[in-house]
C-alpha cells in the first residue's frame, strides 16, 4: 500500500511558477511509476505528465511541455512538479499518482492516488 500527499498548491498570477510535492509511503517506491493528473471545475480528470520508476522515460501533455517539469528522488520518496510560465487555463486540482509497472497497464491506469492541491492561476 502507498499513501501519497501532495503539497505546494496555491494561488498565484499568470506567468508564475508553483513546485508542487508528492511525498510518498511506504517501501518500494522506486519501483513505482508516477503521474500527476489535474482535474478543473467542469472538466474531467487528464495526465499532465508521467514518469517511470527510474525517472528515464517522462511523458508531457502537449498543453504543459515546455512548462512544467516532472523529477522524482527515490532517496526521499517524493516525486515533484515545476510549473513555470502558469496559465489561468492551468487552473485546477492536481493529483499525484503511483501504480506498480505490469503488463497490461492502460497508459493512465493508477493504482494510488493522493488527495489532491488546488492550484489557482488568476490572469
Known amino acids: 500500500q502507498v499513501q501519497l500527499v501532495e503539497s505546494g498548491g496555491g494561488l498565484v498570477q499568470a506567468g508564475d511558477s508553483l513546485r508542487l510535492s508528492c511525498a510518498a509511503s511506504?517501501?518500494?517506491?522506486?519501483?513505482?511509476?508516477m503521474a500527476w493528473f489535474r482535474q478543473a471545475p467542469g472538466k474531467e480528470r487528464m495526465v499532465v505528465v508521467r514518469i517511470n520508476s527510474n525517472g528515464a522515460s517522462t511523458f508531457y501533455a502537449d498543453s504543459v511541455k515546455g512548462r512544467f517539469t516532472i523529477s522524482r528522488d527515490n532517496a526521499e520518496n517524493t516525486v515533484y512538479l515545476q510549473m513555470n510560465s502558469l496559465k489561468p487555463e492551468d487552473t485546477a486540482v492536481y493529483y499525484c499518482?503511483?501504480?506498480?509497472?505490469?503488463?497490461?497497464?492502460?497508459?493512465?491506469?493508477?493504482?494510488?492516488w493522493g488527495q489532491g492541491t488546488q492550484v489557482t492561476v488568476s490572469s
Open positions: 511506504g517501501r518500494s517506491f522506486s519501483t513505482y511509476d
Open positions: 499518482a503511483a501504480r506498480r509497472p505490469r503488463v497490461g497497464l492502460f497508459p493512465d491506469q493508477y493504482d494510488y
